[in-house]
């Protein structure tokens, strides 16, 4: 007969394992929603009063910096590019001069403020690039559609996309945390934005494969609401992706809050609910398709595109990014938690 202990030593050998997010000494207490991993050593993270902090050793040492100018910005998104080499958006009323791009090329020590906008309306959401050259900003509506602006030349200077190449937003419609997490860009030219706001309505995915000089939109099988929609996503390939949300009111509500696509967004199917449950507003790529999604209520893992989730803890973050199985993750007052997976 089996001993108890013998029982017990049997089950730990066979439930997976995994290390717990570990903090790290950034040594401010901003606010971060913004973090971009360039590899597992070079990371920059985005913060309120105009603060960010940057590793080039992997978290061994953090640089911690204020923009000049800048404090009454909230760097919501931010693209890391090299060591050397990072951009910053600011999200806020552009009426209040809070809509701005900044740009470094010398690790934070000076910093290029490349665009700035006044036009009412004008609240950034989310940047990204698909190479050092090429990237792409988005506001919420103005007029009834995105504004979207594209970058060829590192983010130097910014050109609008015409509106005419936009489809019209439904009433309340929106992105939400204003994270960079509903802005994704793949390949060379795919690039896609996630909404909410809707009432009544579900969540939409709008889609361009020209680097946003055309979009399409399609329905997503979430709830959408005056504080619900989608929050977050990620693609694996040109063809596959996973989406995730909630209701940034009630963070910790169970329901749906996550939908895949097999066809680079043309249409969804809901996935079972993460574990935790609760509002999701980030994923991140591990190796082995592996899905990570950081949110309020705690962090979960998928190892079959989200068809089934093992919670990893109920620690809450509004961002994660990985590289190589090397994920930051971050949350209010000045936190900042690494972990590595195998």
């Known amino acids: 007969m ?6 017990l030593v049997g089950l730990l050998l066979i439930i997976p394992t995994f290390a717990q997010w570990q903090p790290q000494s950034v040594n401010t207490k901003a606010s971060f929603r913004a973090v971009s991993v360039a590899s597992p050593d070079v990371v920059w993270i985005g913060g309120t009063k105009g603060q960010f902090v940057c590793t080039t050793n992997g978290g061994q040492t953090w640089q911690t910096g204020t923009v000049p100018d800048a404090q009454d910005c909230d760097f919501r998104d931010v693209q890391a590019i090299d060591a050397q080499t990072a951009l910053l958006m600011s999200a806020g009323p552009a009426e209040k001069g809070q809509a701005r791009i900044y740009k470094t090329t010398n690790a934070g020590q000076t910093w290029q403020l490349v665009y700035q906008t006044n036009r009412t309306g004008i609240f950034f959401d989310g940047m990204d690039f698909w190479d050092a050259q090429h ?22 200077s910014w050109q609008p996309v015409p509106p005419g190449n936009l489809p019209m937003m439904q009433p309340g419609e929106a992105a939400f945390a204003a994270s960079g997490t509903s802005l994704v860009v793949q390949g060379k030219r795919n690039v896609w934005i996630a909404s909410g706001g809707m009432t009544g309505g579900t969540g939409r995915v709008f889609r ?15 709830p959408a609401g005056e504080a619900t929609g989608l929050f977050g996503m990620q693609f694996f390939s040109a063809k596959a992706g996973v989406v995730v949300g909630g209701n940034y009111k009630e963070e910790k509500q169970p329901g749906p809050n996550a ?3 097999r066809d680079g967004g043309r249409t ?4 079972t609910e993460t574990k935790p449950p609760g509002l999701k507003e980030a994923v991140a790529l591990l190796p082995g398709d592996r899905l990570l ?4 209520s705690g962090t979960a893992l998928s190892a079959d595109q989200g068809q ?34 195998k």
């Not at 361009?208 to 055309?214: E, V």
């Not at 999604?293 to 309020?296: A, D, K, L």
């Not at 090397?326 to 997976?341: E, P």
């Open 135 to 156: 990237g792409i900003v988005f506001s919420d509506p103005v007029d009834g559609k995105w504004a979207v602006l594209t970058t060829d030349d590192g983010g130097k």
């Open 293 to 296: 999604v950081v949110g309020p």
């Open 208 to 222: 361009s494969s020209d680097r946003g000089k055309s979009w399409f939109v399609s329905t997503v099988p979430l």
């Open 268 to 271: 969804w199917e809901r996935l």
């Open 259 to 261: 939908a895949i696509t």
């Open 308 to 341: 089934t989730w093992q919670q990893l803890d109920s620690e809450g973050f509004h961002s994660v990014g990985c590289a190589k199985g090397t994920c930051y993750a971050v949350g209010a007052t000045g936190k900042v938690s690494k972990q590595v997976f």
């Open 2 to 7: 089996k001993t108890l202990c013998s029982i």
